[in-house]
């Protein structure tokens, strides 16, 4: 028993490690499209950041008067076949996961999932590897859920932000300057607090690196006494 230990505790202690660094990983991105203001910029980052995360190759569509469109491919791609298509209208309509691994449409090639917010789904997401399957644990699900809701709601800041330009735009240049800098200071304020979440969580998980460590030595010592008794 005190033999298998360090055994125990050393994957405790690689598990928070890995966690620490999906942490670090999620509160950079939080950083990174708190200050982008151009929606394709933001759905590129988007594409880039799961694709890296998760070693997949993702697509994103988005709404635009009641049709999905491709906007990203990551690696870059250029459209959907009848199969995808209709996988990713179901998974937006009601939202719902909908291709290969579901119900839904199971001889997509890709497993779509709805990109939502507060007022619905605004879009979707198509994953899949490059061997042509999807395969998830549970915490890589938690990951490309959060990563996904981070996407979404800075989706939704973009949108939201687009009447207000574009009603300062038809004005005169000194009330664009005036909207302008309410807006950024509302987008620093949002990310502030995100970022306040992510390094709360990353502190943690350091912690919890830490305790492992201990840990382990503690039961190093322990198989050494037990050794020399023996």
Known sequence: ?????????????????????????????????????????????SAHQIASMLRLHVVVLRAEAG??????????????DAADLGAAKWAFTPPRPAGTGTTPLPGAKRL????????????????TSAGGSV?????????????????????????????RVATSSAGSPSSTRRATP????????????????ASHAARRSVVSTSSVSMILATAGTRTASASSIA
């Open 112 to 127: 779509f999932l709805p990109l939502r917010t507060g007022r619905g789904a605004i879009g979707g997401v198509g994953i």
């Open 1 to 45: 028993l005190v033999s298998n230990l360090p055994a125990r505790v050393r994957i405790l202690m690689l598990a928070a490690r890995s966690r620490a660094r999906t942490t670090e990983a999620r509160y950079g991105f939080s950083r990174k499209i708190s200050g982008v203001v151009k929606l394709d910029d933001l759905l590129w980052a």
């Open 67 to 80: 049709r999905l469109e491709l906007k990203i491919g990551y690696p870059p791609e250029d459209e959907l």
């Open 182 to 197: 309410g807006a950024m200071h509302a987008s620093r304020s949002a990310a502030r607090r995100a970022c306040s979440a």
């Open 135 to 163: 395969l998830l644990t549970p915490d890589q699900r938690r990951l490309l859920d959060a990563l996904m809701d981070q996407a979404a709601v800075a989706i939704e800041r973009i949108q939201a932000a687009l009447p």
